[in-house]
C-alpha cells in the first residue's frame, strides 16, 4: 500500500519539523512524507527523502491550502491512503498501521471503510503534562486518515473562504459529517500527540497563560459574519463551505 502523510508548514524551527519528520520515518507501516511548505521553504528538507512542495506565498488561512494541495496530489497519484499530520504535532510509531488496522475492522476490507478518526493525547507546551481526549465535534485534521472513498473531500480544504479558516478543522469536520453515505471508524488506541497552545489547557494544566496563547475559537462570529451576507454571497459561500449555516431561535448549527 501506498501511504501518504500531509504536512504544511509555515515558519516553524527546525526543532520542531525534525520531531514531526521522525514520528514518520519511523512508522511501522512506510509512509512518504508531503512537506508543504507555506511560502517559507526551508532547503534542509530539500534532499532528506521528503517530497518538499513549495508554494511562492503565504495563503493565511491555518494551513488549509497547503493542506488541500498537498492531499489532492496524493490522490492524484493513487495513493491508497491520506493523513494529515501539522508540523507541531507527532504520531507515535504504529499510528498508520493502527489506522489501516481500523479500517479494516469494519468487514475485513480496507476499501469498505471511508475514513478513520485516531484519538490523540493532549501535550502541554512544556511537554510534562498529557491528557487523553474524546474527539467530538472539533476533530483536529492530524486524526484523520483518508481512504479513497472520501477523496472527493479533499478541495474542500482549499474551497473554504478565509474567513473561517481558524475554524478550518471544525468545518471541514461539519461537512463530513453531513455525507451519510460515508463509512467511518474511530480506532481504539491514541497514536496522535498533539500539542495544545489554547488558553482553556493551560487552566486545565495550572500553567501560566502566556500572551500568545490561543483562545477557542468563537463559532458565534462565523455565524454573524454569515448571516449578514447578501442572499447570493451566502449561497456563494454555501457551495464553497459544504453547508448552510443557521440560527433558529438563538440556537446556532449548520446543515446542507
Not at 493565511?60 to 497547503?66: K, R
Not at 475514513?115 to 491528557?131: E, N, Q
Not at 451519510?180 to 482553556?200: A, C, E, H, I, P
Request: aromatic share 12%.
Amino acid at each position: 500500500m501506498k501511504i501518504a502523510i500531509i504536512t504544511p508548514y509555515y515558519q516553524e524551527s527546525r526543532e520542531t519539523i525534525e520531531r514531526c519528520l521522525a514520528s514518520v520515518r519511523q512508522q511501522t507501516i512506510k509512509s512518504d512524507h508531503f512537506l508543504i511548505s507555506d511560502g517559507h521553504p526551508q532547503a534542509f528538507l530539500d534532499n532528506i527523502g521528503v517530497r518538499h512542495i513549495k508554494l511562492d506565498v503565504s495563503h493565511g488561512d491555518s494551513g488549509n491550502t497547503p493542506r488541500g494541495i498537498g492531499a489532492q496530489l496524493a490522490i492524484s497519484e493513487a495513493y491508497d491512503g491520506v493523513a494529515f499530520l501539522d508540523v507541531d504535532n507527532w504520531y507515535d510509531s504504529d499510528h498508520v498501521q493502527v489506522c489501516i488496522e481500523s479500517a479494516k475492522s469494519l468487514t475485513g476490507n480496507y476499501i469498505d471503510c471511508d475514513y478513520v478518526i485516531a484519538r490523540r493525547r493532549l501535550i502541554s507546551p512544556d511537554f510534562k503534562c498529557t491528557k487523553v481526549i474524546s474527539e467530538g465535534d472539533n476533530i483536529d485534521s492530524s486524526v484523520y486518515y483518508f481512504c479513497p472513498g472520501s477523496y472527493f473531500m479533499a478541495p474542500y480544504w482549499n474551497l473554504m473562504p478565509k474567513e473561517v479558516a481558524f475554524m478550518g478543522d471544525y468545518f471541514f469536520n461539519a461537512h463530513l459529517s453531513l455525507q451519510k453515505n460515508l463509512v467511518f471508524v474511530r480506532s481504539d488506541k491514541v497514536t496522535v500527540n498533539y500539542v495544545s497552545r489554547y488558553v482553556s489547557t493551560y487552566k486545565m494544566w495550572g500553567l501560566p497563560v502566556p500572551e500568545d496563547a490561543k483562545l477557542s475559537p468563537d463559532f458565534e462570529r462565523i455565524v454573524d459574519w454569515y448571516l449578514s451576507q447578501e442572499p447570493r454571497k451566502a449561497e456563494i459561500l454555501r457551495r464553497l463551505m459544504g453547508m448552510r449555516i443557521f440560527r433558529k431561535d438563538g440556537v446556532s448549527g449548520w446543515k446542507k
